[in-house]
């Protein structure tokens, strides 16, 4: 600030000594009242500090919103996966039941079939087919099945 000062008044630019005085410092003389103001401190300079201040207000404002929608949608992600492996859990469980109970089942009904074949086998012997006017009749003993003719029902 001085060099300027000096070469002011020096007598070098006498043309513009208001200018080599305040202008390269970064001031500006204001008026005839001799105010010297900084520059930044008019109204037009406060017009638009406020409206940069709102600006980065209103970034920042939606860099938040950005910031908690996308915080929304993982908790969202993140709830659908939980709830698909809650969903793949209870059918792997109930697969498993599925299976288990299958497996008793198929045991019970074994048992059931092997019953099952003494009997058949025991009657198929005895067993022949019945005409017309023929009734079964249980006797006790090794004859089971024995075959008499109907003779109630004559036509």
Do not use: H, P
Not at 47 to 74: G, H, I, T, V
Not at 140 to 149: A, M, P, T, Y
């Amino acid at each position: 600030m001085k060099k300027f000062i000096s070469k002011a008044w020096r007598g070098e630019n006498k043309c513009c000594k208001e200018r080599q005085r305040w202008g390269g410092v970064g001031r500006r003389r204001q008026g005839s009242t001799g105010i010297l103001r900084r520059r930044g401190d008019g109204d037009k300079a406060k017009r638009k500090k406020e409206e940069e201040e709102e600006e980065e207000e209103e970034e920042e404002e939606e860099e938040e919103e950005e910031k908690e929608e996308e915080e929304e949608k993982e908790e969202e992600e993140e709830d659908e996966e939980e709830k698909e492996e809650e969903e793949e859990d209870e059918e792997n469980e109930k697969k498993k039941k599925k299976k288990k109970k299958k497996k008793k089942k198929k045991k019970k009904k074994k048992k059931k079939k092997k019953k099952k074949k003494k009997t058949n086998e025991n009657r198929m012997a005895t067993m022949t087919q019945l005409k017309k006017g023929e009734r079964r009749v249980k006797y006790e003993g090794e004859k089971r099945d024995k075959v008499k003719k109907n003779k109630d029902n004559k036509t």
